[in-house]
Structures are given as structure tokens and as C-alpha cells.
């Protein structure tokens, strides 16, 4: 950490000298006013070779983009969208060239035109103290003018331009932010608040109320939370974990998160339930942090407790609710049955979940139809609709078991109807499941998940089709 802090601070007084080379100054700042100024600045940038000046630069572009008002960064990324592309000439050139003498040299060259300027913009920016946080934030500000763009129906050239932008920031963070970098730290109740406070705020599955709350779920023995940092990031934590261990497989989730609670001793766990994953940082969206965080903190607990056997997640199924109401309403369900229509018209009211009979018939409707939404209903890439399972199973977990009402507040019902999962990581599987999903799609299921499916349902390629559409 020291080491870091003093590369900041060199940083940071090679920019203050650059700024006097450049003969940029607080005025000068406050001039800069517009989204079109700010482009003549980034178009010095990108022309200068000297490091002082350019780290100078680029902590004043960054500096005055933070200052702009939303809708002049937006204008501002517009711009870069639209000006900072690749040398079409340069490009048809070096093409020509390839073309009449094909050789690794060309290719290169070739490789380097087609380079958008966009990305030498950005490496550049990043120079500045801070310019790494600064441009995660930055592209936070492009998911916004891409929104406003589509619902606007902007024109096909102009969304082109914006998504390759994008992909510029996604293929530089890729590399940034890769597995190398990533630094694992344990989160207590000894960590920095500010870290602690960021916890609170980032978690994504299951809302932390308040402080008291956040303690309850990392300070006693038998809970842990796991987060990875990254070196330019030193107080932003970028995706964290949260586990209960236990002495079996939970079927649901407020047991876990219950004020009043039996806590166990670490070494009486027999099973480590990952129970909640929050990426922290939506400009890294695209950038893979959390099939790495889950098998690093598999080894790392099996490494501290040794009778940890069973490592298995507590899931959310997001999609579930949202295909179940369509399926209900289709006149040609994929996944249901026709029985399973008449008593799934209960869920339209909040009263089957307060009698027992019509509970029970609702569960013995729901689950069948729950493994036809893992096993069967696919997007158009012939993946689970699901985007928790798409990543579990990407990562060679297995489908385990589906848990009726396993979550039972308010945002649980509101997107699966209560329904949870419990993906299984078998440390002797994770590598067999993960090659015959990412190679044949096939979805590693138990038994006893596979015997809830319907026989009678229709052929699964019309159930493909049905989601493609």
C-alpha cells in the first residue's frame, strides 16, 4: 500500500509540473465549459507525446468532465462516439497492403489502424491520478446516453458508434481488471468503515437495513464476507461475497438472515452457503470477477476449516416470476401443463400462501414447472433464461435443488414467487460441468431436480423457438 501511495503522490507532482508546461491553469479550467471544448482538449491529448504534460491533461480533462452537468458529459461522449473512431483511409490502406504482401508486419500495422482513437484516449486519461475510478464512472455515464439514445430511436450510425465506444472501455478494463491485479480481502467487522459503509450500499440480493445488520452478517464465527479489490482501486471494493456456514444445505434464506439466531463454531460447518454476490462497480459490467471470487474463497475456506465438505450457493432466479406469468397466460404454454395453468391462477391473488391446502398445490404446480424454466425454456443463444443460473452453471457448478417459498419478502415474490435454488460446486465436477455447458449447453442438474420435469410437455425445440420470438 505504501509502494501505491507513493507512485500517487510521484503522480501526482508530475502532473502539477505538467500543468505548468501545457500552461493550463485554474482559469483556464473554469473556461472550458462545454462538451465541444472539452473534445479539443482530449484531441490535444491523444497529439502529445510528453508524459508530464499529457498526465498533466489528462487529470484536467478528468477534472473538468466530474464538473460538467449530466447531460454535457453525455453531449461530451457523444462526441467522443462520433470523432474518435478509427482512420477509415488509414485503414483501407493498410488493408491494401496486407493484401499485396500478406506477413505478420502488415498485419500488425494493419491491426493498429483499425485501432479506434477512443482507445488511445482512454489509456491516456487513465495517466492521471485517480483516472482509473474516473473512467469506470465515466462509462457509468455511457450506459445512460445509451439508454436515452434507443428510447430516442436514434439513428442505426449513431448507436454503432456509442456501442463501440463501449466496447472500447470493456476491452480495456478486460485487461485492466484481470485476475492478475485482483486482490482477495477478508471483510470483518475490523475493516475500514468506509469500506464497511460501501457494503451496506452495494449489496445487491439482500438489502443490509443498517450497521447493526451489516455486523450480524460478518462478525460471528460462523458467517464470513469475502470481497476482491483492485490496486487503482484501493477503497472501492469490486464484487464481494457473503457466506453463512453451516451444518446443512439451507432451503431458505430468512432462517440465515434472522436477527435471533443458534450461532455454530467455524470448525462444527460442515457446508459454506454462498448466499449473496454484489458486483459493486456497474462501469465493469461485461469485465469477469465472480466465477474467480467464488473458487478462490472455495479454496481459501477449505484451507481454514477442513470440515467444510459442501459448498453450495443460496440463489435467486430473477426470471422466474416474469416467464411463469407468461406461461400462465400463453394459449400454447411450453412449460406448463394444462393442469398446472388452472392451479397456478391461485398466485394471481396473496391468499394461497395463507392455507395450507392451496399452498400445497401450488408447490406441486410450481416445481415442475421451475425445472422446465432451468432445463428447457433457453434464449436465443440456447442458454437458461436465467442469468444467476447462467453464471453458476458457466462456472461448473450444478443445479441442485429448487426451494419453494425460500424467500418470502417482498422482493423474493416479486421475482420468482418465492422460489430459490441451490447451486452445488463438487470441487471433482466443476471442470466436466463447465466444459459440457460452455460446449453442448448442457445444464448439470440432481436427480431430484430433474424428476420434477414433466413428461408431457412439448418437444424442448419449440420451447426454444417460443423464447427466440
Known amino acids: ?63 473538468r468532465y466530474a464538473a460538467l452537468p449530466l447531460d454535457e458529459r453525455l453531449a461530451f461522449l457523444g ?31 494493419l491491426h493498429e489502424a483499425a485501432e479506434p482513437r477512443s482507445q488511445e484516449l482512454i489509456r491516456r486519461l487513465n495517466l492521471a491520478r485517480g483516472g482509473t475510478l474516473a473512467l469506470v464512472r465515466m462509462r457509468e455515464d455511457l450506459f445512460v446516453l445509451k439508454k436515452r439514445l434507443k428510447d430516442r430511436g436514434a439513428a442505426p450510425a449513431t448507436l454503432d458508434a456509442v456501442d ?99 450461532t455454530i463454531p467455524a470448525r462444527a460447518a460442515t457446508t459454506a452457503i454462498f448466499y449473496s454476490i454484489s458486483n459493486c462497480q456497474k ?31 443460496l440463489s435467486p432466479v430473477p426470471g422466474f416470476r416474469t416467464w411463469l406469468d407468461r406461461e400462465r397466460r400463453a394459449d400454447a404454454p411450453q412449460g406448463l401443463t ?40 433457453k434464449n436465443p443463444r440456447g442458454r437458461p433464461l436465467d442469468p444467476v443460473a447462467r453464471f453458476h452453471l458457466g462456472n461448473g457448478a450444478r443445479l441442485e435443488r429448487m426451494n419453494f417459498l425460500g424467500d418470502t419478502s417482498k422482493n423474493g415474490m416479486r421475482q420468482s414467487y418465492g422460489l430459490m435454488v441451490n447451486y452445488l460446486y463438487d470441487l471433482s465436477a466443476i471442470e466436466k460441468n463447465h466444459e459440457t455447458y460452455a460446449n453442448l449447453g448442457t445444464v448439470a442438474a440432481s436427480s431430484t431436480v430433474s424428476r420434477e420435469l414433466r413428461t408431457n410437455l412439448p418437444p424442448p425445440r419449440a420451447v426454444v423457438l417460443a423464447e427466440a420470438g
Not at 491553469?25 to 479539443?40: E, N, P, V, Y
Not at 462526441?79 to 505478420?104: K, Q, T
Not at 394471481?348 to 422446465?372: N, S, T
Request: glycine share 4%.
Open 1 to 63: 500500500m505504501a509502494a501505491i501511495s507513493f507512485l500517487g503522490d510521484l503522480l501526482q507532482t508530475i502532473s502539477d509540473r505538467g500543468r505548468d508546461l501545457i500552461s493550463f491553469g485554474r482559469g483556464d479550467l473554469a473556461r472550458t465549459a462545454s462538451a465541444a471544448d472539452l473534445a479539443k482538449l482530449c484531441e490535444d491529448l491523444i497529439s502529445r507525446r510528453g508524459e508530464a504534460s499529457g498526465v498533466a491533461l489528462a487529470r484536467l480533462v478528468l477534472e
Open 79 to 109: 462526441l467522443v462516439a462520433d470523432e474518435f473512431g478509427a482512420d477509415h483511409a488509414a485503414v483501407e490502406e493498410a488493408i491494401a497492403a496486407y493484401r499485396a504482401e500478406p506477413s505478420r508486419t502488415r498485419l500488425g500495422v
Open 164 to 262: 463501440s465506444l463501449d466496447s472500447d472501455f470493456e476491452h480495456l478494463f478486460a485487461s485492466w481488471f484481470n485476475r492478475g491485479f485482483l486482490v482477495l480481502r477478508h471483510i470483518d467487522w475490523s475493516t475500514p468503515a468506509d469500506i464497511l459503509e460501501k457494503i451496506i450500499r452495494y449489496e445487491a440480493v439482500h438489502e443490509i437495513a443498517d450497521w447493526d445488520e451489516l455486523r450480524r452478517r460478518i462478525e460471528p464465527p460462523d458467517r464470513r464476507c469475502f470481497a476482491f479489490f483492485h490496486p487503482a482501486l484501493l477503497d472501492e471494493p469490486l464484487i464481494f461475497v457473503e457466506v453463512a456456514l453451516t451444518t446443512a444445505i439451507a432451503p431458505a434464506i430468512q432462517p440465515i438472515l434472522a436477527h435471533e439466531r443458534e
Open 283 to 313: 462501469g465493469l459490467a461485461g469485465v469477469t470477477f465472480g466465477n474467480f471470487l467464488i473458487k478462490q474463497v472455495v479454496e481459501d475456506l477449505a484451507r481454514e476449516i477442513p470440515s467444510l465438505k459442501t459448498f453450495v450457493t
Open 338 to 377: 394444462r393442469e398446472d395453468v388452472d392451479t397456478l391462477r391461485a398466485l394471481d391473488g396473496d391468499e394461497w400462501r395463507h392455507d395450507k391446502a392451496a399452498c400445497e398445490a401450488v408447490r406441486r404446480a410450481m416445481l415442475p414447472a421451475a425445472a422446465a424454466y432451468f432445463l428447457r425454456a
